[in-house]
């Protein structure tokens, strides 16, 4: 068993006759949370949809030699948990049934769940901090309580890898630490975890790796110390940025837009 659980070499894929992503080569490894970076538009979604089996570029998405987007729905189940950008409930289910939904990938026709299922969702729930919502309609819930109750539901799935698009954003301080915390739990289990991110400050401390996405291709790929460069920030991202180190790992905190004067 090799150290990479998900992986594209040269994916290119073309949206509308556009071409979104351009000679993406991504390797995901077991143990490893690897946070996905790049400016509005840059390819980050579409990438991890095609990491998910959604969508089809012109290099297959291979996980343990299989092609996901021929896996059926169920095989892919469990081996890929996706959490997407858009985590709005469209029903009101009550959150722990909701949760176990996770589940249901594991479990044949008709079959209920079992005393590891429930504890893997009581698990789920304690981790995302919504145990205390769980007889609540989800459809009840605030943004950031419903964000991280989709995020406990990708999280029973208990698949080998996690691809979560911006779990962190509309999260307050205290949950988006909870968010990567958990997040790296998971990868520190030798699960495969991807992370798409818009603070650069989370990414370089949760994140043992950094790929940031530029015009659908992969501008930089490497350890946070290394990706986090000041001339790699202006030059992807157009800003200016303070870099320092302190004893939690990186601080990368926006200064202003690059060639203008900090404030
Ligand atoms: N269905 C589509 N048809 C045509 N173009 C699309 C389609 N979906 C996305 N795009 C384009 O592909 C590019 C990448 O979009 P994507 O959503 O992957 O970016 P992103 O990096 O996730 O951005 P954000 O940070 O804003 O979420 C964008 O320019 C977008 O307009």
Redesign the pocket.
């Known amino acids: 068993m090799t150290g990479i659980a998900l992986e594209t070499r040269g994916l290119g894929l073309t ?4 071409p ?2 351009r000679g993406v080569e991504l390797g995901l490894r077991r143990g490893e949370i690897l946070g996905l970076l ?12 095609a990491l998910a089996g959604q969508l089809r570029g012109t290099a297959p998405v291979l996980s343990e030699g299989a092609d996901v987007a021929r896996l059926g729905p169920e095989a892919r189940a469990r081996r890929i948990a996706y959490l997407p ?1 858009a985590r709005v409930v469209g029903w009101p289910v009550a959150v722990a049934d909701l949760v176990a939904l996770g589940r249901h990938p594991w479990l044949r026709l008709g079959q209920r769940m079992g005393p590891r299922d429930r504890e893997i969702c009581a698990a789920a729930m304690a981790v995302m901090d919504v145990a205390a919502l769980a007889m609540r309609p989800a459809t009840e819930l605030s943004g950031g309580e419903q964000a991280r109750v989709l995020a406990a539901r990708a999280i029973a799935q208990d698949t080998p890898v996690l691809l979560a ?2 779990p962190a954003s509309g999260l307050d301080p205290a949950h988006q630490i909870g968010m990567m915390s958990a997040l790296r739990r998971i990868a520190a289990e030798g699960r495969a975890v991807l992370v ?1 991110l ?1 603070d650069l400050s989370l990414a370089a401390r949760w994140c043992d790796r950094l790929v940031v ?1 530029d015009e ?1 291709m992969i501008a930089a790929d490497g350890r946070p110390e290394v990706v986090m460069q000041a001339a790699l920030l202006e030059r992807v991202f157009g800003i200016a940025a303070r870099i320092e180190r302190d004893e939690c790992g990186l601080l990368v905190a926006p200064t202003g837009l690059a060639g203008m004067a900090t404030r």
């Open positions: 949206l509308s006759g556009r979104v992503l790049g400016p509005n538009g840059a390819g980050k979604t579409t990438l991890i949809r950008q698009d911006e798409s818009h996405l659908g």
